[in-house]
């Protein structure tokens, strides 16, 4: 979907989630943005690749992602192929997975349950402590682990600028 549709029709949860929460709408929309390619990889309203982590109780689907890590001995559902990488200078491995990903009945359940996502896990709490500034909101959920790219802060701060330029 465009960007500029893709905010219209998000904008709204983004808002509500940021009335409720203090975390910003534009952090909110570029994540699902980005993490959803624009809602066109949204399968089961799921725009932001939050994990199930249990893959047992129904709120969940097994999906096709990407992951990367140091450790070529890593633990998934299915495992597609790993491939060695040279990223930012630094030996990773690259693997093509399936993985259990939360599924929600709408998208407004989805960006409420992404903020929830954050306010329960305490290993986000520095990012907390920014979440009006999603650029450094950006890099302490990045530094938190919430991605696996470690190049996520960047990207998203790159696709904020798309979200930015389409909010009215």
Do not use: C
């Amino acid at each position: 979907m465009k960007p500029e549709i893709f905010v219209k029709n998000n904008l709204p949860h983004a808002k509500a989630v940021e009335l409720k929460t203090g975390l910003s709408a534009v952090a909110t929309l570029t994540q699902a943005a980005l993490e959803s390619a624009w809602g066109d990889v949204a399968p089961g309203n799921m725009f932001f690749g939050v994990k199930d982590t249990d893959g047992v109780n129904g709120n969940e689907q097994l999906i096709t992602t990407t992951e990367y890590s140091s450790r070529a001995n890593l633990k998934f559902p299915v495992i597609i192929s790993v491939t060695p990488v040279l990223l930012n200078g630094r030996k990773m491995f690259k693997y093509k997975v399936k993985d259990y990903f939360r599924k929600y009945n709408s998208p407004e359940e989805s960006f409420n349950d992404h903020a929830q996502f954050f306010l329960r896990n305490k290993r986000y709490a520095e990012a907390l402590k920014v979440k009006h500034d999603y650029n450094r909101f950006f890099e302490e959920i990045a530094k938190a682990g919430y991605a696996t790219d470690p190049n996520y802060a960047n990207t998203l701060k790159a696709v904020s600028k798309s979200i930015v330029k389409h909010i009215k």
